[in-house]
Nanobody, 124 residues
Framework: VQLVESGGGSVQPGGSLRLSCVIS????????VTWFRQAPGKEREGVAS????????YYADSVKGRFTIAEDFAKDTVYLQMDSLEPDDTAMYYC???????????????????WGQGTQVTVS
């Protein structure tokens, strides 16, 4: 399973970015996809999660109402739309995929075997 992120960059507070995670075709729709982020000196944390083809999405409290995760089956891609960005959102953002996570533990890094290389988001 291969995951490739893109869309990171630098933005002012209050701005928006859309991250993309392209997933190898054979895996799309068979695994949960979750966006994580890691700021310098901090642990990696779950941000948002979706299981392509199912309706439920999950968010960390810190991003609820500002971030939206969505799927595009035609492009084998999961997006993370980030609005009203804040300096505390500055981090390396990773997408991860696996089939072991569920609605109660989607945010646990240990449940994901497949990871992208990350894309940097800087808000200042």
């Amino acid at each position: 399973v291969q995951l490739v992120e893109s869309g990171g960059g630098s933005v002012q507070p209050g701005g928006s970015l859309r991250l993309s995670c392209v997933i190898s075709e054979s895996a799309f729709g068979t695994k949960r996809v979750t966006w994580f982020r890691q700021a310098p000196g901090k642990e990696r944390e779950g941000v948002a999660s979706i299981y392509p083809g199912r309706s439920r999405t999950y968010y960390a409290d810190s991003v609820k109402g500002r971030f939206t995760i969505a799927e595009d089956f035609a492009k084998d891609t999961v997006y993370l739309q980030m609005d009203s960005l804040e300096p505390d959102d500055t981090a390396m953002y990773y997408c991860a995929a696996d089939s072991g996570a569920n609605s109660n533990n989607w945010f646990k890094t240990s449940l994901y075997r497949y990871w992208g290389q990350g894309t940097q988001v800087t808000v200042s």
